[in-house]
């Protein structure tokens, strides 16, 4: 299957900082790529959808100034934490799913573990 | 919301079928249903998916129900690797998938 990878696996930062978390598409081009956090024992929350070329879409809830979405080619997104707080700590998860629709297969990332001072 | 419902949990032995049900009730003719499985601290995994008719892989096999409202996955030959959260998603193509709790797989020895 199609592998994707996020930089970096973990991420210990002070409260206050920034912090920018990478999700590739190592062998196939994705046209559009979604982020996701999960808490401790729940599911998946969908943060935002990401499309080459233009903006992102937030879900309800997501505040678009502290998460910063940069998808500026077809085989990278970029998650960018700003002032990150302690409750932003959480477990950040990207997809991405290829160009041909119809395959209709998202392809996830091991994740980024976020821990905020 | 998640528009899927799936037991919170199930028990298998290993080497015995697993049969994971979800009832997805609201389902459109456009729909496809997908299944993924997360172990701890990882991202989650592709298993199967499909539209209208049963499909088969190297991991499981989807059985659908003719009216599409529920479906089953179904693991052939459970072993310890497979305990997991398991996660029964439908969605229209192209578009995020949306998690909910999933049922939490437990394979014993």
């Known amino acids: 299957g199609a592998v994707v990878s996020q930089h970096p696996s973990w991420v210990i930062c002070k409260s206050g900082t920034s912090v920018k978390i990478e999700c590739r598409s190592l062998?196939?081009?994705?046209?559009?790529m979604f982020w996701y956090r999960q808490f401790p024992k729940q599911s998946l929350m969908l943060m935002a959808t990401s499309n080459e070329g233009s903006k992102a879409t937030y879900e309800q809830g997501v505040e678009k100034d502290k998460f910063l979405i940069n998808h500026a080619s077809l085989t990278l997104s970029t998650l960018t934490v700003t002032s990150a707080h302690p409750e932003d700590s959480s477990f950040y998860i990207c997809?991405?799913?290829?160009?041909?629709?119809?395959?209709?297969?998202?392809?996830f990332g091991p994740g980024t573990r976020l821990t905020v001072l | 919301d998640a528009k899927t419902t799936q037991p919170n949990s199930m028990e298998s032995n290993e080497e015995e079928p697993v049969h994971l049900p979800c009832n997805h009730s609201?389902?459109?003719?456009?729909?496809?249903i997908h299944w993924y499985r997360q172990l701890p601290s990882q991202g989650p995994e592709y298993v199967i998916h499909g539209l209208t008719s049963n499909v088969n892989n190297r991991m499981a096999s989807l059985a659908i129900a003719e009216d599409r409202k529920s479906s089953t996955l179904i693991l052939h030959r459970a072993t310890l690797r497979d305990a997991a959260v398991y996660y029964c998603?439908?969605?229209?193509?192209?578009?995020?998938?949306?998690f909910g709790k999933g049922t939490t797989l437990s394979v014993s020895s």
């Open positions: 998603i439908q969605n229209q193509a192209g578009t995020a998938l949306i």
């Open positions: 062998d196939f081009q994705a046209t559009t």
């Open positions: 609201t389902i459109s003719g456009t729909d496809y």
């Open positions: 997809s991405a799913q290829m160009g041909v629709v119809d395959s209709n297969e998202q392809f």
